[in-house]
């Protein structure tokens, strides 16, 4: 058999294990918090940082940490539109959001609107992220606008 058959016959076999072999599979599952837990995480640490501020307690907006959570929750989910996130989000971008939280400077506002890593669009899980979910979530990604 001459060289050029042999490479031919070699680069045929490898072209076929390349197509037998299964794809690379990405891990089952992304780290990600669900659309009801997105609200209560972000406030809890707008709250803790307003704590940290000195804007909790008698005389302030809010009398406890308690008291900030439970009247901010529903604006906070609202301000970072969870409803954008049936799949929940990335808690690697969910942390980020509460980093950044953490780091601005007092006062700090109930508002997370300026907070653009608290933006829905950065949080929320992609449609192209659904294949790494585990199997109930898939489908359910954020919404297009």
Do not use: F
Not at 96 to 107: F, V
């Amino acid at each position: 058999m001459s060289n050029s058959c042999i490479a031919a016959a070699a680069a045929m076999l490898a072209v076929a294990a390349c197509a037998e072999s299964p794809p690379a599979q990405p891990p089952s599952n992304v780290p990600t918090i669900s659309q009801r837990e997105i609200g209560p995480t972000v406030s809890r640490m707008v709250c803790e940082h307003q704590s940290v501020c000195g804007q909790i307690g008698p005389g302030q907006t809010h009398e406890s940490v308690a008291a900030c959570i439970s009247e901010t929750e529903e604006d906070i989910a609202d301000a970072v539109d969870i409803e954008d996130c049936p799949a929940g989000a990335s808690m690697v971008r969910v942390n980020a959001c509460l980093d950044d939280i953490k780091n601005e400077s007092c006062p700090v506002d109930d508002d997370v609107r300026g907070v653009a890593a608290c933006d829905d669009t950065v949080m929320c899980i992609r449609p192209e992220e659904a294949p790494l979910l585990d199997p109930e979530l898939r489908g359910r990604t954020r919404r297009s606008r």
